[in-house]
Nanobody, 118 residues
Framework: QVQLVESGGGLVQPGGSLRLSCAAS????????TGWYRQAPGKQRELVAR???????NYADSVKGRFTISRDNAKNTVYLQMKSLNAEDTAVYYC????????????WGQGTQVTVSS
């Protein structure tokens, strides 16, 4: 059974920081691209950051320079370090894992709430 379990969400003041973690099980983690998406109320889910199996990263323009994605294959975990948070970052953040190529597979975590408010 595949599981992606997020942690680290919560309430933070504007300008603050949070680190999200996503622990994966049931997959060969090191061959998957992993990423973080978010969905704010009334908006579509959007890509925040992604790191490939080869450790290439890409970010949404809105978070470049503030968020950093990383992965630890030994721990089957992907992280999202978030700094200089603002109200527009408030959303449910979802972990995502994707295996491309001839056999496409993708999995989602259950989501973790991040609220930026004073």
């Amino acid at each position: 059974q595949v599981q992606l379990v997020e942690s680290g969400g919560g309430l933070v003041q504007p300008g603050g920081s949070l680190r999200l973690s996503c622990a994966a099980s049931g997959i060969t983690f090191n061959i998957y691209a992993t990423g973080w998406y978010r969905q704010a109320p009334g908006k579509q889910r959007e890509l925040v950051a992604r790191v490939t199996s080869g450790f290439r990263t890409n970010y949404a323009d809105s978070v470049k320079g503030r968020f950093t994605i990383s992965r630890d294959n030994a721990k089957n975990t992907v992280y999202l370090q978030m700094k200089s948070l603002n109200a527009e970052d408030t959303a449910v953040y979802y972990c995502h894992a994707e295996q491309g190529g001839s056999t496409f597979r993708e999995y989602w975590g259950q989501g973790t709430q991040v609220t930026v408010s004073s």
